[in-house]
């Protein structure tokens, strides 16, 4: 019996569409396996595939860092691909940091400094507008990569507020709401957020496919 649940199990692995989403970032895989469940795809991580390369994110548009990332996995895996890029735009600040987001004050992905950098240089300004966006690039087969975006608009807050959530989410309230990002439960971020709204336009995109 054991063993006729596992035959059966396999199948269903080898039966599914795999499809790699090109990160390790553990809680992103979470959400984007949770949206995608209904689309019968197995997605795959670049662990899963032995990928552990450092893909360059060379591009200087949100656009083009994930179609650099897809593409690689695409070339050298040889795997259906989609890959994200995400970035914080603040209007007062002409769209930074944008495709920059992750490195704002240092090389070093540093979440408290670069909040602590945008803060500073948002002091006194009246202006606080800023949007999330996030851009995923999709290559299935020989086809031309496909571009899904996703955008929450907001603005910014003057000191941080919450514990959850990572990266601008304390100093991030979305347009409609009195609890930034990092007050929120990851349910509630995921229906209103830059990503969620992303990965349900591929999953539309996906079933129907
Ligand atoms: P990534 O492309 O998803 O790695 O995002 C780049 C950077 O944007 C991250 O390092 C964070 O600083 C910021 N970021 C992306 N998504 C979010 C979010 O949902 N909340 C807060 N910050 C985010």
Redesign the pocket.
Known sequence: MLYGNKRLRQCVIICMKQIVFATN?AH?LKEVREILHDTGMSVLSLEDIGCHDDIPETADTLDG?ALIKAQWVKQRYGYDCFA?????EVDVLGGAPGVY??RYASSG?D?AA?VALLLKKLEGKEDRKAR?R?VIALIIGDEEPLLFNGIVNGRITDKLHGAG?????PV?LPDGSDRT?AEMTDGE?NAI???GRAVRKLAEYLSVN
Do not use: E, I
């Open positions: 970032n992103k860092n994200d890029d995400t970035g914080l987001s992750a992905h979440s670069n999330f996030t959530g990572f990266g601008y989410d991030f990002f971020k957020s830059h990503r």
